[in-house]
């Protein structure tokens, strides 16, 4: 069992950055890929970015490629996610979340966090 905790979401102005972090507990993560997703209200969960276990292939989709970065550090048990140039677009709640594989489709992943919110103010 993977334990994902997620932080760093808040309340930001257009065109600022927030750095989100996740911190898994009960096993390393480095057998797993990890994957940021998030779910605007009245919207289906997305993916956002996914990284592969040693980090050496990411995913992002269209809309945050450029600006989003996503990183881990194994060592730590965490991964991150950098979120530059935000719009209110990005408005959303961030969910991190670990597959055995490497993948954005989110029905393949085995252990959710639960979430942190995002507010991108226009």
């Known amino acids: 069992q993977v334990h994902l905790v997620e932080s760093g979401g808040g309340l930001v102005q257009a065109g600022g950055s927030l750095r989100l972090s996740c911190v898994a507990s009960?096993?390393?993560?480095?057998?797993?890929?990890m994957g940021w997703f998030r779910q605007a209200e009245g919207k289906e969960r997305e993916s956002v970015a996914v990284?592969?276990?040693?980090?050496?292939?990411?995913y992002y989709t269209d809309s945050v490629k450029g600006r989003f970065t996503i990183s881990r550090e194994n060592a730590k048990n965490t991964v991150y996610l950098q979120m530059n140039k935000l719009t209110a677009e990005d408005t959303a709640v961030y969910y991190c979340?670990?597959?055995?594989?490497?993948?954005?489709?989110?029905?393949?992943?085995?252990?959710w966090g639960q979430g942190t919110q995002v507010t991108v103010s226009s």
């Open positions: 979340a670990a597959v055995l594989g490497f993948t954005p489709r989110s029905s393949d992943y085995s252990f």
């Open positions: 009960g096993r390393t993560i480095s057998v797993y890929g």
């Open positions: 990284i592969s276990r040693n980090g050496a292939s990411t």
